[in-house]
């Protein structure tokens, strides 16, 4: 997306979000029917019993829409299909399977001053089964993630703050709104892609920064990459055509933080 494009659209999303925030818990019985349908919106929240959900044959893709939420991936010896125990839960919370894909949907609970606990969501891998994709959506809240591995991760998050710990797959794609994206400890072999529009993402990359072939994008935000920085009002690029994994970053107004360890 060009740079000047994202700079506007951020503005647009700011202000769609504080006027969603304040209106939707008067609207929230709409969740139920028409385009708000999708969105899986409760008025209030109250407590149901713990999940423990088996895939009923061999499956590879994830999406996880959770919102005030812990997931721990694991690897199993003694199962044979992906298996997924899940606490603290609250009305709406549901674990499905979709297609070719498992589905963990944790809905917004839209009553302003009601405090619930964070759900604790634990993964487990069979040792033959190696993760396709796995991808996290998440509006508004608190995710942290941990031990991830898998082909190709994808993480959307629009205001929310997302925590990684130890990651490792062949691509990532990060995309934050107005978000706060934090991931340590990530080995990419591929591809990395960077998305910010008026948020921040924070990696820390395994290897040296000459291992990357790097492309900056830049508007009114700031940039760095390993010892190199960059910020203006107008695109900048770089690249460096000798790392063997692609870094893309593409900033508008926000920031963006990578290093590299050695």
């Given at each position: 997306m060009k740079?000047?494009?994202k700079v506007l659209i951020s503005f647009g999303i700011g202000i769609c979000l504080i006027f969603a925030g304040l209106s939707i818990g008067g609207l929230s019985e709409l969740s139920e029917v028409g385009l708000l349908g999708h969105l899986n919106l409760k008025w209030g929240s109250y407590e149901i019993d713990d999940r423990d959900f088996t895939a009923s044959h061999d499956m590879d893709n994830l999406v996880?829409?959770?919102h005030n939420g812990s997931v721990q991936f694991h690897t199993a010896t003694d199962i044979e299909n992906i298996r997924i125990t899940a606490s603290h839960l609250y009305n709406g919370f549901d674990i499905y399977q979709k297609g070719d894909k498992i589905v963990i949907d944790q809905p917004h609970y839209w009553w302003f001053g009601q405090k619930y606990e964070r759900s604790q969501i634990d993964i487990y891998i069979p040792e033959h089964i190696s993760l396709d994709t796995v991808k996290f959506n998440m509006s508004a809240g608190v995710l942290n993630v941990h031990d991830l591995k898998a082909k190709t991760?994808?993480?959307?998050t629009a205001a929310g703050r997302v925590k990684v710990d130890y990651l490792e797959c062949d691509e990532l794609k990060v995309n934050t709104a107005m978000g706060q994206?934090?991931?340590q400890k990530v080995t990419v072999h591929e591809k990395v892609s960077i998305d910010v529009g008026a948020g921040s993402a924070s990696l820390r990359l395994t290897g040296h920064e000459s291992d990357y072939d790097a492309?900056?994008?830049?508007?009114?935000?700031?940039v760095r990459v390993g010892d190199t920085s960059f910020s203006g009002i107008a695109d900048r690029n770089s690249h460096d055509n000798d790392g063997k994994i692609k870094l893309d970053v593409d900033c508008g107004l926000g920031n963006v933080n990578i290093e590299m360890e050695d």
């Open positions: 740079t000047i494009y996880v829409n959770v991760v994808k993480m959307d994206t934090s991931l492309s900056v994008s830049v508007g009114l935000g700031n």
